[in-house]
């Protein structure tokens, strides 16, 4: 079934601790994305990908880093968890970031810094 | 600054008609999204406008004004599926989504 999967589903984690939140889409998309959603605020988006072998710093970026190696996968590493980075992360992909293209999102990862 | 404001929560009747507001303003513009996004659930695609005026699809529709930075969505024939988050977004002129942070919108029988 084509679509965008996310894992782990969620994850309690102490704070310095390493994670990478994985992201794998079959749609053959260029461009992928990588939000993170918290209550009252609307999704804001840390890092994005135009095209594999390229990323750019969306508007949270701090704290974050990702990698595009091939079309399909879009990793996203915590390299030193705090607890402000407790959230539901969405990644998202899109044909093309221009024009109207849709995002399609993946089911996100619930994760908990204490 | 870049700031979308759309109303936190809304009440409807079941098989009444609601309208959800967005008013926008971004650094650049290259189209505004609507998305639904159910409790606990990622968030699905709705509409795009990037022309002014009113794009129908079923039982929703959604309407932009881009000299008046606004945008509306269209719900008819409420169904209680529908009671959700509507998530406004524009795209920037980055090619990025800037989004609201979402309209929770309770269905009542």
């Known amino acids: 079934i084509a679509g965008i999967t996310q894992a782990p589903t969620s994850q309690i984690l102490a704070a310095g601790r390493r994670m990478t939140l994985r992201c794998t889409q079959d749609m053959r998309h260029n461009a992928m994305y990588w939000y993170r959603q918290d209550l009252g605020l609307g999704l804001r988006l840390i890092h994005y990908?135009?095209?594999?072998?390229?990323?750019g710093k969306g508007e949270v970026p701090d704290g974050y880093s990702v990698s595009r190696a091939n079309t399909d996968d879009f990793p996203l590493t915590l390299a030193s968890a705090v607890p402000s980075q407790t959230s539901v992360y969405f990644c998202a992909s899109s044909d093309r970031a221009t024009g109207g293209n849709e995002q399609f999102f993946g089911p996100g990862t619930r994760l908990t810094v204490l | 600054g870049q700031n979308i404001d759309q109303p936190t929560e809304m009440t409807a009747t079941e098989g009444a008609i609601v309208q959800i507001n967005c008013t926008y303003q971004?650094?650049?513009?290259?189209?505004l999204f609507w998305y639904q996004q159910h409790a606990g659930e990622a968030p699905t695609f709705l509409s795009y406008n990037v022309l002014d005026g009113l794009e129908e699809k079923g039982r929703f529709s959604s309407f932009l004004s881009r000299s008046k930075g606004y945008s509306y969505l269209l719900l008819k024939e409420l169904q209680m599926k529908d009671s959700a988050s509507y998530l406004c977004?524009?795209?920037?002129?980055?090619?990025?989504?800037?989004w609201g942070a979402g309209t929770k919108l309770i269905i009542k029988p």
């Open positions: 977004a524009t795209k920037d002129s980055n090619y990025q989504l800037i």
């Open positions: 971004t650094s650049g513009f290259n189209g």
């Open positions: 990908s135009n095209t594999a072998g390229t990323t």
